[in-house]
Nanobody, 113 residues
Framework: QVQLVESGGGLAQAGGSLRLSCGTSGIIFSIHRMGWFRQAPGEQRELVASIDSGGSTTYVDSVRGRFTVSRDNAKNTVYLQMNSLKLEDTAVYYC???????WGQGTQVTVSS
């Protein structure tokens, strides 16, 4: 049974930083491309960053240069370092593997001015 458990969200001021973590079980973590997604109220869930098994990364334009995705295969964990946070980064953040697995509960990130 696949489990994805996100943590690290919270309230941050604009310009601040947060680091999200996602622990996984039930998958062979090291072979999967992993992604961080977010969903703001009334919006569709979007992929914001991904990292493949070799460490190559992709970012949506709105976070490139501010967010960094990384992984620790020994810990079956993927991270998202979020710097220079903006109000529009407010959303519930989820991680998932590719191909997509059942979603976890996500972690709320709220950025205030």
């Amino acid at each position: 049974q696949v489990q994805l458990v996100e943590s690290g969200g919270g309230l941050a001021q604009a310009g601040g930083s947060l680091r999200l973590s996602c622990g996984t079980s039930g998958i062979i973590f090291s072979i999967h491309r992993m992604g961080w997604f977010r969903q703001a109220p009334g919006e569709q869930r979007e992929l914001v960053a991904s990292i493949d098994s070799g460490g190559s990364t992709t970012y949506v334009d709105s976070v490139r240069g501010r967010f960094t995705v990384s992984r620790d295969n020994a810990k079956n964990t993927v991270y998202l370092q979020m710097n220079s946070l903006k109000l529009e980064d407010t959303a519930v953040y989820y991680c998932n593997a590719f191909p997509l697995q059942p979603w976890g509960q996500g972690t709320q990130v709220t950025v205030s001015s």
